[in-house]
């Protein structure tokens, strides 16, 4: 059965994509774990649970080894920590981006094939 993508993203990729932003903002730029929680729409509890581990850490690994996504973790942590952006728009992005990137998410176990053909991010 085809799903969308987002569908995917949403339950498998967005916690880990989570905790590497609310880790970049709260050890580079020194925002508080309460702050960060708002700031992303999340409870400050899930964002000690990112920065502990407990959480996102399932694909956490395979994520961070690629360069283009540690990049794009330390510019949008900038653009949010900087209030130039709103953390949803990042998310969505972040979607557009990784469903474009064949071998990542052949890295995460992720088949093209189950995407639904007519994801209106195309």
């Known amino acids: 059965?085809?799903?969308?993508?987002?569908?995917?993203?949403?339950?498998t990729l967005l916690p880990a994509l989570k905790a590497m932003i609310a880790k970049e903002l709260v050890?580079?730029?020194?925002?508080?774990?309460?702050?960060?929680?708002k700031t992303l729409g999340m409870t400050q509890p899930l964002i000690n649970?990112?920065?502990s581990g407990r959480r996102g850490s399932k694909f956490l690994d395979i994520l961070s080894r690629s360069e283009e996504i540690r990049s794009y973790v330390k510019n949008a942590a900038a653009l949010i920590a900087k209030g130039e952006v709103d953390s949803g728009l990042i998310?969505?992005?972040?979607?557009?981006s990784l469903r474009?990137?064949?071998?990542?998410?052949?890295?995460l176990?992720?088949?093209?094939?189950h995407f639904h053909p007519k994801c209106s991010t195309q």
Do not use: H
């Open 1 to 11: 059965m085809a799903v969308p993508f987002c569908e995917v993203y949403a339950r």
């Open 27 to 37: 050890n580079v730029y020194g925002l508080t774990q309460w702050s960060v929680a």
């Open 49 to 51: 649970y990112y920065l």
């Open 91 to 96: 998310f969505c992005s972040l979607c557009i």
């Open 100 to 107: 474009s990137n064949k071998d990542l998410l052949k890295d």
């Open 109 to 113: 176990g992720i088949s093209k094939v």
